[in-house]
């Protein structure tokens, strides 16, 4: 029988994230403080972060355990099931094989519990009993709600105004599962209070949101703060994904010429392709790995490779990496997720040094690739999914002209179902796109810091 999915069993389930620290070719340039301008050490972050996650972002170690009491939660929905995309090849009348992993089934509805998971234990761990966060669309508000939940601790999510707006049952969900939600920007905080006082109408960018996040939690001491994206602990927390892939990729017999995931902070890029990186630099893989941004808010693509703050208010810490700006305000977007001014230290290194391909594909583009997807495999995806799909199509119909039968995997990083405004909007045709906004883009990146 040809089989659809490929499914481990919870003995197989990986035990230990992997670090891609231990096997880069050139080490990550560090992270510097956002006043001295000089390197960041442990004692600069430990007001905002629990030690356990301050050691994991500069570990060297190729694998880190993960504690039992995280694998007992992650047990609840994973290992996650791997598909083959029969149906979809069917539609594309395309020789190439494509497979999907579905990380919809973890109950916050995407991959983002895979990190906010330890990040609340291991602050739970330190005494924490309050944390606060960023959320753009919501999955990593949502996930961390969950996790604070499990653990017992507080906390309070700014999610940006747009997404906000546009996506109401996040928010629900967040404060079902005891969180506090605000649009950012918002009036509790002064770099929030600045941006209202000269745009009431702001619509917020990630970026934004994380300097209201770490605001508070730099002004009490009975709160840490976290972050869904971008940090080295968070991409390490979810190669989790990667990992069952590479097993179940050898169920099904094969393995992916190409890998492709959306990136937005780079945590759902990171955790399935950087276990396919290490492949690539130890064992002489030739896959080619794909992220996959808007083509309004392209960091990888159109951005400068430099040190750049995290955050707008310039509270965050430094790193070098693709960015268009931390000043830069993306359009308001359907795929919340990817409205984020830069992108992972590590996914920017591994661009850089040539071991990882970007791609910015357009709104309306990644919709149509959307309903193809729901009308041959069901599954109605998030905006920020659905660029991953478009780019796994794209290269589908590659495959179709040329007669090659390339293998063919993504990540289904999270579903839909709270984005159907969006689906109908794109229907009607009311949905639009945004042109790349160069000279916002060259105002932003006016105010890099000096380093």
């Known amino acids: 029988m040809d089989n659809t999915k490929y499914i481990l069993s919870e003995k197989d389930m990986p035990t230990r994230w992997y670090n891609i620290q231990a096997d880069l070719p050139e080490p990550l340039p560090p992270y510097m403080h956002p006043v001295t301008k000089q390197p960041l050490g442990p004692t600069d972050l430990a007001p905002l ?5 301050i050691k994991q972002e500069v570990s060297q170690e190729r694998y880190i355990d993960i504690p039992e009491e995280v694998q007992k939660i992650y047990r609840q929905f994973r290992p996650s099931p791997l598909y083959r995309a029969r149906c979809l090849e069917q539609a594309l009348d395309t020789p190439a094989h494509i497979y999907y992993k579905y990380e919809d089934i973890s109950p916050a509805g995407s991959h983002k519990p895979n990190s906010a998971i330890p990040q609340a234990y291991y602050n739970m761990k330190e005494g924490i009993k309050r944390l606060t966060t960023e959320t753009g669309a919501g999955q990593w508000g949502s996930s961390l709600a969950l996790a604070c939940s499990l653990f017992d601790i507080e906390l309070k999510v700014y999610m940006v105004k747009v997404s906000y707006n546009q996506k109401p049952y996040r928010r629900m969900m967040m404060e079902t599962w005891g969180a506090k939600c605000v649009p950012s920007p918002s009036p509790d905080t002064m770099s929030g209070r600045a941006v209202l006082a000269a745009d009431p109408n702001n619509l ?9 996040a770490v605001e508070e939690a730099m002004q009490r001491e009975d709160t840490h703060y976290v972050l869904g994206s971008v940090l080295n602990h968070v991409l390490l927390h ?5 990992q069952e892939c590479q097993k179940q990729m050898e169920m099904a017999g094969e393995y992916p010429d190409i890998v492709i995931a959306c990136a937005g902070g780079g945590s759902n890029f990171g955790g399935i392709a950087l276990p396919f990186v ?22 990888l693509t159109k951005g400068l490779y430099t040190y750049d703050y995290g955050d707008e208010a310039g509270m965050a810490p430094i790193a070098k990496m693709f960015t268009l700006g931390s000043h830069f305000m993306p359009p308001p977007m359907h795929a919340g997720g990817l409205r984020y001014h830069g992108m992972a230290p590590i996914v920017s290194h591994l661009l850089k040094l040539g071991i990882i391909e970007a791609k910015a594909v357009n709104q309306l583009a990644t919709f149509e690739a959307g309903i193809i997807f729901a009308r041959s495999e069901g599954f109605i995806s998030a ?21 090659e039968r390339k293998v063919i995997l993504f990540n289904h990083s999270g579903h839909g179902y709270f984005d159907m405004t969006a689906y109908d909007a794109y229907m009607s045709g009311q949905l639009s796109d945004y042109e790349y906004p160069a000279e916002k883009v060259k105002e932003a990146q006016s105010c890099l810091p000096q380093i």
């Not at 972060?49 to 996650?53: D, H, K, P, R, Y």
């Not at 917020?204 to 209201?212: D, F, N, V």
């Not at 979810?238 to 990667?242: A, D, E, H």
């Not at 905006?383 to 007669?403: L, Q, S, V, Y």
């Open 49 to 53: 972060f629990a030690m356990e996650l």
């Open 204 to 212: 917020g960018s990630l970026g934004l949101a994380i300097s209201e």
């Open 238 to 242: 979810q190669t989790i994904i990667g």
């Open 278 to 299: 290490q492949d690539k630099l130890t064992k002489n893989k030739n896959t080619r790995i794909i992220a996959v941004e808007p083509s309004s808010c392209p960091s």
């Open 383 to 403: 905006p920020e999914t659905n660029h991953a799909i478009r780019a796994a199509i794209d290269e589908a119909i590659k495959c179709r002209e040329t007669g």
